[in-house]
């Protein structure tokens, strides 16, 4: 029973308006396209033809219908010398296998490859006794369950997996200012860190609340990530200037956080897909692989000044 409330709740599309679909002769397409082959024997035909993999993944023959009268309508387009439209939202991709968005899926799935990578480097490398070393962990997992749902999500866009991937890539950027909270006053004022962390925790939780049971609104979903991810650049890029003189690797978190911030703004190419596959959301997502490496680099680094200044007993910085 729950794996088939699973699959009903995957079953569900995301329902997002724009230029392509809104086209009257995109609509006929589906609609005729429904009539003639998702009902009685034709239907049965589809289900019984189509490939396991699809079928798990939550693709309906009313799902074939757009994706196929989608390509119809972007082939007029072109033939009339218009601009590619977008489609419920997104771009047209052309499918592989049962991906979605291929190029986005891919990179998803390679960060979250490369922040496992590092996550076992990191627990090779650096012993259990240091001060920051479960609050890495817990961070670690956040990351890659954040990666796992955007892999997900480019999959199989649905309503779950929409939200999911918002949802999930809220917390890393909270968990993120809640890392940053132990390192710069946790580990002094345990007290501040942990009422910080209800503080964070109410938030997310007012953050779904709001979007899941009042109103999905897509600009509020963007501001409120923008305004915790300022917070975020903006208090560890301050930890930073303040140790850029007693820690040599400081130089490291710097780096990264400009980086995130910076390599965001691809985002804003919003470009057709090259050869149908490659659009500017899974350009910043492959572009943001190798942080990981030099992120994972400086938390190591970090993670080890602090254990040999608490064995010493020097005051952390």
């Known amino acids: 029973p729950q794996g088939r409330a699973v699959l009903l709740l995957m079953s ?19 609609k005729q396209c429904v009539r003639t082959n998702c009902t009685g024997a034709r239907l049965r035909g589809f289900l019984s033809a189509q490939p396991q993999y699809m079928a798990l993944t939550g693709w309906t023959c009313r799902d074939d219908c757009r994706y196929q009268c989608m390509w119809t309508t972007v082939g007029l387009y072109q033939a009339e010398g218009y601009t590619v439209p977008q489609f419920h939202g997104k771009w047209p991709f052309a499918r592989f296998l049962c991906f979605e968005e291929p190029a986005s899926a891919l990179a998803s799935l390679l960060n979250g490859l490369a922040c496992l990578l590092m996550l076992l480097r990191y627990r090779s490398t650096v012993p259990r006794q240091s001060p920051m070393y479960h609050t890495i962990n817990a961070f670690s997992l956040v990351s890659l369950n954040a990666w796992f749902w955007s892999t997900v999500f480019h999959t199989r866009d649905t309503y779950l997996t929409e939200k999911m991937d918002y949802f999930c890539a809220t917390a890393v950027i909270l968990y993120s200012i809640y890392l940053c909270c132990v390192r710069t006053l946790g580990l002094r004022r345990p007290g501040v860190s942990s009422m910080v962390g209800v503080l964070l925790i109410l938030a997310f939780t007012s953050h779904v609340s709001y979007l899941t049971f009042v109103n999905f609104d897509y600009g509020y979903n963007m501001a409120a990530n923008a305004t915790i991810g300022m917070v975020n650049l903006l208090w560890w890029l301050c930890w930073c200037w303040q140790n ?24 804003l ?23 990981h490496f030099l992120f994972y680099s400086f938390l190591i680094d970090d993670s080890l000044y602090l254990l040999n200044t608490e064995k010493l007993g020097v005051k952390v910085e």
């Not at 569900?12 to 397409?29: H, L």
């Not at 850029?244 to 985002?267: D, F, M, N, Q, S």
């Not at 596959?277 to 190798?290: E, G, K, Q």
Request: hydrophobic share 45%.
């Open 12 to 30: 569900v599309t995301t329902v997002q308006s724009s230029q392509g679909d809104k086209e009257p002769v995109y609509r006929d397409c589906v």
């Open 244 to 267: 850029r003189r007693t820690l040599p690797y400081w130089w490291k978190c710097g780096l990264v956080v400009l980086l995130l911030h910076g390599l965001a703004l691809l985002e």
């Open 269 to 291: 190419l919003d470009f057709p897909p090259l050869l149908w596959v490659l659009d500017a959301h899974a350009v910043w997502h492959l572009s943001t692989i190798p942080v």
